[in-house]
């Protein structure tokens, strides 16, 4: 059975910096791509970040590049969502997914499996 569990959200200042977390178990972490994936209330589910099975490939937003950034431990089949700079607009449920293609796409229909989310509040 395929788990992944968001961690780290929480209530920021804007300005302000948070890390989330994502464990994975039940599959081939290694070789998955992984991506992050926001929704703001009453807002259509958007593309964060995205890292390849080797992390030889990174993709982010518009509106997150030189702010977040994504990485991963393969061996703790982990995969990080570092938020800096966070603004009132960043506010939303986080969520990661996983995609065994290892594409590190933008597009949620890659990814097959998803976490619940962990929320993200930034104050301003």
């Known amino acids: 059975q395929v788990q992944l569990v968001e961690s780290g959200g929480g209530l920021v200042q804007a300005g302000g910096s948070l890390r989330l977390s994502c464990a994975a178990s039940?599959?081939?972490?290694?070789?998955?791509?992984m991506g992050w994936f926001r929704q703001a209330p009453g807002k259509e589910r958007q593309f964060v970040a995205a890292?390849?099975?080797?992390?030889?490939?990174?993709n982010y937003a518009d509106s997150v590049k030189g702010r977040f950034t994504i990485s991963r431990d393969n061996a703790k089949n982990t995969v990080y969502l570092q938020m800096n700079s966070l603004k009132p607009e960043d506010t939303a449920v986080y969520y990661c997914?996983?995609?065994?293609?290892?594409?590190?796409?933008?597009?949620?229909?890659?990814?097959?499996?998803w976490g619940q989310g962990t929320q993200v509040t930034v104050s301003s």
């Open positions: 039940g599959l081939t972490f290694s070789r998955c791509a």
């Open positions: 890292i390849t099975w080797g992390s030889s490939t990174t």
């Open positions: 997914a996983s995609d065994w293609r290892g594409f590190g796409s933008s597009r949620e229909y890659d990814y097959e499996y």
